[in-house]
């Protein structure tokens, strides 16, 4: 690869920092970086409308950095972002690129962390603060004059922090911040909440708007399978056997999901881990390491828990479930063919879900074309081509380096060259069917499967459960799950007939009632009422502030849920 970065040097960015970017390998700027840097540099406020994976980290991160006085130990630059994987992801980046900048200290800073470590990077004088709102603001009563010194406001992904319900956190981080300083705002949708932020907070903005939907997923190649939900592990197997993948992310609906099948791959070999909201930081981040160096090659995650995830050796990702939106399935495409590369993104489809498909295909301006599902021969083909190409390399020195051992063991077993060959073989796969009966009898599948025909007293597939507060359940009668201890479930009157979705209740309890979004539990919307599940402490004075709430212009009027 070209190392040429003359495009870089151009836009009179830092030498430090074009040496950075050398070393990374970057050959020229993308569209949001060229149009968005000179804007940055001449220290204009800007709002730069982009999708993810456009290059908009580097946009703001290389001319903020190139401004940064590395002898000042004190915050200068501030980036604040929707999620702690989106916080770890800009961190990192901005590590990066200030490599040949010593003394140069960058910190994440973002909730289910421990506050020491964050305290003592601050103490010790990081200049670049990478944080989400609600995290910032426990450091900012701890130190009022944290931001005292910050010259550069990023707001990443705004759109994304408005709607997880932080728009008094930032309002409370804009009063300690000094009122000379520089902001750029980044959002993929410029809605008025987002406008009215740039009214009140930015000063005669610089516009730069790039790349729409369909550039985002121009360059990955999309196709889906049509199946029934109770055929979707089986054809997944088998979609797994005939694609060429590096490393492959899955998406499903719930928490539960990401575990069974994670369990289910494992037991066929694959190295895989989920990737859940339920899971520690730590762990979390460990998973998302573990992709990046090769030690994992599938990640079975929720929507929410991949928020921010950018791992270069995605090849591939595997809508396991249907994503509720065309703007979630566009982030989830998202995660393969970054900044360039080319990705292909598979989205196995149910008989009802038809409909959502074609609007996916009408809002991305692009055709997701039909795959059938692997026969027994594609797959005994699959099989045989991997065995091929691990073999094929060991063969040239094979007679020489081991040709005494294989008379030796000949002789041992009393059995002739053909006969431990196959006995190996057997070895080596592990027992797995090579021919072409076996591999029919492997994976039964209902005829008619991937064709979109429901096989003779097969019944409806059921929805899953959701992730918490990410979408309604629509049934009227469903068995109550049992409430982990110190909760309860509160019931409104508003449903879906009302036009109510569960992230309507999310925002309208998180900001009129002052709740945490990690104290809601989950919330089922069924056609004619609510139910959402909420601590039992403090409940009867979060109903007291939710008293006069209204929600899709009506009554919210949310009361304990009597369940005998």
Do not use: W
Not at 120 to 145: E, F, I, W, Y
Request: hydrophobic share 40%; charged share 25%.
């Amino acid at each position: 690869m070209t190392q040429d970065i003359s495009n870089f040097a151009a836009l009179n960015l830092n030498p430090a920092i074009l040496a950075a970017i050398k070393a990374v390998g970057y050959e020229e700027p993308s569209p949001i970086q060229s149009q968005s840097i000179p804007v940055i540099l001449a220290g204009h406020d800007m709002i730069g409308q982009a999708q993810t994976g456009t290059g908009k980290t580097a946009a703001f991160a290389l001319p903020l950095l190139s401004q940064l006085d590395p002898s000042r130990r004190e915050p200068q630059i501030l980036v604040l972002v929707p999620t702690r994987e989106l916080a770890l992801q800009v961190a990192t980046a901005c590590e990066t690129y200030s490599t040949e900048m010593p003394g140069v200290k960058v910190v994440a800073l973002y909730g289910g962390a421990p506050m020491g470590p964050q305290l003592k990077s601050l103490r010790m004088g990081a200049q670049v603060l990478v944080a989400t709102p609600g995290r910032l603001c426990d450091h900012l009563r701890r130190d009022d004059n944290l931001l005292a010194t910050v010259q550069h406001l990023v707001l990443d992904e705004a759109d994304e922090m408005l709607k997880l319900g932080f728009m008094d956190d930032l309002e409370f981080i804009f009063e300690a911040m000094p009122e000379s300083r520089q902001t750029v705002l980044f959002s993929a949708t410029l809605p008025p909440s987002i406008r009215a932020i740039a009214e009140r907070h930015l000063k005669e903005p610089q516009h730069v708007r790039i790349a729409a939907k369909t550039q985002t997923v121009a360059r990955i190649e999309q196709a889906h399978l049509m199946v029934h939900a109770d055929q979707k592990p089986a054809s997944v197997l088998r979609l797994l056997e005939v694609e060429n993948f590096d490393a492959l992310i899955a998406f499903v609906r719930t928490k539960q999901a990401t575990l069974d099948l994670a369990e289910l791959l494992e037991r066929q070999g694959y190295r895989v881990s989920a990737l859940n909201g339920d899971m520690p930081q730590a762990q979390r981040e460990k998973t998302i390491e573990s992709l990046k160096d090769g030690s994992l090659d599938i990640v079975v995650a929720t929507d929410v828990a991949a928020r921010g995830l950018d791992v270069a050796r995605i090849t591939h990702v595997l809508n396991v479930d249907m994503p509720y939106d065309p703007e979630s399935y566009v982030h989830r495409i998202g995660r393969t063919g970054r900044a360039g590369r080319e990705g292909r993104a598979l989205l196995l489809v149910t008989p009802r879900e038809r409909r959502m498909l074609q609007v996916i295909e009408r809002v991305t301006g692009q055709r997701v074309g039909e795959i059938r599902l692997p026969d027994a021969e594609a797959v005994l083909e699959a099989r045989i081509s991997r065995l091929a190409d691990g073999v094929g390399s060991l063969l040239a020195d094979a007679d020489t380096t081991h040709g005494a051992l294989r008379q030796e063991l000949c002789e041992r077993l009393q059995c002739d060259p053909s006969t431990l060959a196959a006995a190996l073989l057997a070895k080596l796969t592990s027992g797995r069917a090579l021919d072409i009966e076996s591999v029919r009898r492997e994976q039964p599948l209902t005829p008619g499967a991937g064709r979109g025909e429901r096989p003779r007293g097969e019944r409806p597939e059921r929805g899953d459960r959701p992730e918490r507060g990410e979408r309604p359940d629509r049934g009227e009668r469903r068995p109550m799950q049992p409430l982990p201890e110190g909760r309860v479930r509160c019931r409104t009157a508003l449903g879906a007939r009302d036009g109510v979705a569960a992230k309507n209740l999310l925002g309208a309890i998180i900001n009129e009632g002052g709740m945490d979004r990690e104290a809601i539990g989950r919330i089922q919307i069924r056609d004619s009422f609510s139910l959402v599940e909420l601590p039992e402490e403090g409940l009867e004075r979060l109903l007291t502030k939710l008293k006069d709430t209204r929600v899709a212009g009506k009554a919210l009027r949310l009361r304990r849920y009597r369940e005998d």
